[in-house]
């Protein structure tokens, strides 16, 4: 493997990234009793300072005079509008940014984030693609045009906005490449199928799970992680990863993989079986089968650790598991379209509603809108919860970046009109 990128001179993360203002975390530290007795928090057990955020500069104090209703109103801008620190409030529609393209779907409950850093987001693009051909040569010529569409450089840089450098959201860059190659050809449009699928994913996982074995087999293992372009992929994104990464961290992204690919195995009996699930256990592969590896790095890209007591803690967890549906919801209601015209019945929350509760192909697709809206107001409600108990500086800062990942995440899906349109619903 080549050795990691050097990271050039580049420009900062974007303002709105910055830190929660130290009068907000001092109120909220002051007031979390008071809180946890409104929102039934759990306090926090472990209080584990923060190791200092590189190169995010802080944002200075407003007036110290603040208010009650503001603390529980909640801070504002890029990452912290998913966190509220009391009950939830509608708040009025806030126009789109005007230079991104795409339309939002009506009625969907999403915040607006700024376009990324654009030097950035150049950055990013030349050097996954670089990766991308030169290290795991993960696709041929004919996909280029495809690869390119993706954006994944937008994506990644709109996702991680306090990533303090080139090289941290390289990390996140190459394992969302990687975890996509695989979907398209363990299961998707690229030769995948699900005849076979629990072997080529074993396998594969253990790319990022390394096989002990006997001298005798060992050899062998270390040859099939270059037979195809996932396992190569794979390989390599972890090799980057746990290089900056704790034994902690990797071993929570281990176990987050796991977690897709169990739900991967799962929509494939599905099909094999030509089954439409319940919504409720469509729903249950989903919190599986979605996006959830993806915000639950947030602190490895940002160059910093939520330790593992405090990121085990079953309030946390549900606040992950939410956004991972959150955001998986979202997928499946602006790829609708593309999917209904691909080959073979594609499983969504649309089809299933429509198929399962004798809905119209619209009525079905608007209650799925209804899903995601309740889901996000309950990961804020939780996000909020957690912040009240748990006012610990990294507890903070990741539930910022897991918020920040869920509306950077639909803003890549709202502007990505190369891969996405939605329906005639309106």
Known sequence: MSAPELTPPQSSPPEAAAPFGAHVLADAAARACDIKAATGAVPCASAVPDPPAPSVPAQPDPTPDVDLARILRGPSGLGTLGLRLGPREEPPAAPEPPAAEGKAIPGLYHHPVPEPDPARVEEVSRRIKSWALDEVSLYPDDWEEQFDGFSVGRYMVGCHPDAPTIDHLMIATR???????????????????????????????????????????????????????????????????????????????????????????????????????????????????????????????????????????????????????????????????????????HLNLPVVIAEREGLSDRDAYLKSVEVHNDLMHDFETEAAAVAAACPVPNVQRFLRGVAAWVDGNHHWHRTNTYRYSLPDFW
């Open 175 to 345: 394992l969302m490449v990687a975890e996509n190659a695989l979907d398209d050809c363990y299961c998707e449009d690229h030769g995948g199928s699900p005849v076979g699928l629990g072997g080529r994913l074993l396998l594969a996982h253990t790319a990022l799970d390394p096989l002990y074995t006997t001298a005798e087999y060992q050899p062998q293992w270390a040859d099939s992680l270059y037979a195809d372009a996932p396992r190569r992929a794979y390989r390599s994104a972890m090799e980057y990863f746990v290089q900056t990464a704790s034994p902690a961290q990797s071993d929570r992204f281990r176990h987050d993989m796991a977690r897709l690919h169990l739900g991967y195995l799962a929509e494939a009996a599905w099909s094999q079986e030509d089954h439409v699930p319940e919504v409720w256990e469509y729903l249950a592969m989903r919190q599986f089968n979605n996006f959830r590896p993806c915000p639950t790095i947030t602190d490895t890209v940002g160059g910093y650790e939520l330790p593992a007591d405090l990121q085990a803690r079953p309030d946390v967890q549900k606040v992950i598991a939410l956004a991972g549906n959150a955001t998986t919801i979202v997928n499946d209601l602006y790829s609708y379209t593309k999917e209904l015209d691909a080959p073979g019945r």
